[in-house]
């Protein structure tokens, strides 16, 4: 079955403890990106990448890191999670111009740092 | 800057009615426009993908209409059942190769049985 998958799904941390949430896709997409959703400010994007080692910032990346080393894979990285990122992680892909840039979304993380 | 605008934010419809949620966007120039259901505390399913030179695209009761012109798009619900509560969100993808998807808030829709 063609998805996208995370890991954890739900994870409760303290500030400061490094964690790192795991997104795989198994369509050969080339692109992926990852998105967070807190009320009343909808989808944001924090980081997408267009490839392999080929990563960039969206319009939140402030205290997240990531890193692409296999195409498959997209893992986020907290370095120092603080309590203003609580929220839920969406991992997501698309393949490009021959699939019309058609968005698949993973089932969510729920973060909460206390 | 393009702005998604899905109007209105909450509906609540009895079962078997056929419904209308709305999409506007402020830049016509979009490569695409996609229609994604979420189920509380859930991910995002995709429901039907318009491109730019599409005018509608269909999947069983659902059919999605693009107005590119206007900046409008349309998600018509046929015939609706209680399974289909959920919140639904329209997202514009800007130019061929943009890495972001530009989200509306979404509409929360529920179906009274």
């Known amino acids: 079955e063609a998805q996208v998958t995370q890991n954890p799904r739900y994870l409760i941390t303290v500030t400061g403890k490094k964690l790192t949430v795991t997104c795989s896709q198994n369509?050969?997409?080339?692109?992926m990106s990852w998105y967070r959703q807190d009320p009343g400010l909808g989808l944001r994007q924090i980081y997408y990448?267009?490839?392999?080692?080929?990563?960039d910032k969206g319009d939140v990346p402030e205290g997240y890191k990531v890193s692409r080393k296999e195409k498959r894979n997209f893992p986020l990285i907290l370095e120092s999670p603080s309590p203003n990122q609580t929220s839920l992680y969406f991992c997501?892909?698309?393949?490009?111009?021959?699939?019309?840039?058609?968005?698949?979304f993973g089932p969510g993380t729920r973060l909460t740092v206390t | 800057k393009q702005e998604v605008t899905q109007i209105p934010a909450a509906l609540s419809v009895p079962e078997g009615e056929n419904l209308v949620l709305n999409c506007s966007f402020t830049?016509?120039?979009?490569?695409?426009l996609q229609w994604f259901r979420q189920d509380p505390g859930k991910g995002l399913t995709s429901l039907l993908l318009?491109?730019?030179?599409?005018r509608e695209q269909t999947s069983g009761r659902l059919n999605a209409s693009l107005d590119k012109s206007s900046g409008r798009s349309t998600l018509y619900i046929a015939a609706s059942q209680p399974g289909d509560s959920a919140t639904y969100l329209c997202?514009?993808?800007?130019?061929?190769?943009?890495?972001?998807?530009?989200f509306g808030q979404g509409t929360r829709l529920t179906i009274n049985p």
């Open positions: 997501a892909s698309s393949v490009g111009t021959g699939g019309g840039y058609e968005q698949y």
């Open positions: 369509m050969n997409h080339e692109y």
């Open positions: 990448s267009m490839n392999v080692e080929v990563t």
């Open positions: 830049d016509s120039a979009i490569y695409n």
């Open positions: 318009i491109q730019s030179s599409q």
């Open positions: 997202a514009v993808r800007p130019w061929e190769g943009a890495q972001k998807l530009v």
